[in-house]
């Protein structure tokens, strides 16, 4: 007969490998907790709690992080209005948290 004290080695054995996976260097999960977003982790060995967090893989090449303070200009563009005329239209947007576009745009899932 086994003991419990094997059992609950195995057990624990198995969870701590489900918790580790292996991550290349051009790849980043983005982790969250519960639903919440608390970071990136990667490349390497990274070790991910089951039923507490969830890991999404994102490609390094495809994204970039901003930097915070950076302004980023979008446009001219050229609008069309009530009257027959064109009005050009532009936007900028101070960059606060350039880490978190990762988590508002997100990969593209297939």
Known sequence: ???????????????????????????????????RFVGFRGPGEVLVIPMLERAVRVDVHDSYVMQPGAVLRIGPW??????PE???????CKIIDGKMGGVVIGPAEA
């Open 1 to 35: 007969m086994v003991s419990p004290g094997k059992w609950l080695f195995w057990i624990g054995l198995i969870v701590v490998l489900a918790c580790v996976r292996k991550l290349p260097k051009n790849k980043r999960y983005l982790v969250f907790r519960m639903g």
């Open 78 to 83: 050229e609008v069309p209005v009530a009257n």
């Open 86 to 92: 064109l009005v050009a239209a532009g936007a900028q």
